[in-house]
């Protein structure tokens, strides 16, 4: 049985129904069972059983998880509290963590901010030089997209940098537009759309540095068959 040594585990934990429920979990697969790959509860648990306070082996009981969780099954509860719950890093694990965020964030800036002098993208690494000596802090759990504005308004104090939105507007013929719209909902905001009987109709508000991505990706998907052409006001 391939589980997880006490030592080596961490503690998970979620506040539900005011108390608080915890489970000690191998970090590494805990991580990746955040990301959905397929990892085994079962493997990712040290213990099979369901802790109000796991350093002092207290365990919650059934009418409690029961309160809590409308189950007492423990590996249900278990992938709960690990999907939703947070989940106590190693500090190598959280440093790991962090860098990729950071250079996830940078690489979105590099390709939709300009320098508003000389409207050329600054290189990744500029930009992760930028936010170490604005000592940006990210979070490691939220998506990348969601801390582009913050990451910027503090790395302007350091480098020139703009986010310049433009609109576009996109049409797509009916037998592409399911996966095209998914794919364009996942990289942008969509303003407004319509669906008519051939084709998805979508005004989306994009940053400048993004057209040339969001062209090839509809292009990719509708064989050239997408048409888009920018809204002036």
Not at 91 to 111: C, P
Not at 132 to 160: C, G, T
Not at 206 to 217: C, H, L, P, R, T
Request: net charge neutral.
């Amino acid at each position: 049985k391939d589980m997880v040594s006490v030592e080596k585990a961490v503690i998970a934990r979620i506040s539900k129904a005011g108390e608080v429920f915890e489970v000690l979990v191998d970090p590494d697969k805990a991580l990746q069972f955040r990301k959905d790959v397929n990892v085994s509860i079962e493997n990712m648990l040290a213990v099979q059983e369901i802790f109000k306070d796991s350093k002092k082996g207290e365990r919650a009981s059934a009418s409690e998880l029961e309160k809590g969780f409308g189950t007492t099954d423990v590996l249900q509860i278990a992938s709960q509290i690990v999907k939703n719950g947070e989940i106590q890093l190693t500090t190598e694990q959280r440093r790991k963590l962090v860098d990729n965020k950071k250079k996830q964030i940078a690489d979105i800036i590099s390709k939709q901010g300009i320098n508003p002098k000389t409207k050329l993208p600054h290189p990744q690494q500029r930009i992760l030089n930028a936010m170490e000596e604005a000592h940006v802090n990210v979070d490691p759990f939220r998506p990348a997209r969601d801390q582009i504005e913050s990451v910027v308004a503090k790395v302007q104090e350091i480098i020139p940098i703009s986010i310049e939105k433009v609109e576009i507007a996109i049409k797509v013929p009916i037998q592409y537009a399911g996966k095209a719209s998914s794919v364009i909902r996942n990289m942008v905001s969509v303003k407004k759309e319509e669906w008519t009987s051939d084709s998805w109709i979508a005004l989306v508000e994009i940053s400048a540095g993004m057209q040339a991505e969001i062209y090839s990706k509809l292009n990719e998907i509708t064989g050239g068959k997408a048409e888009v052409k920018a809204v002036e006001h």
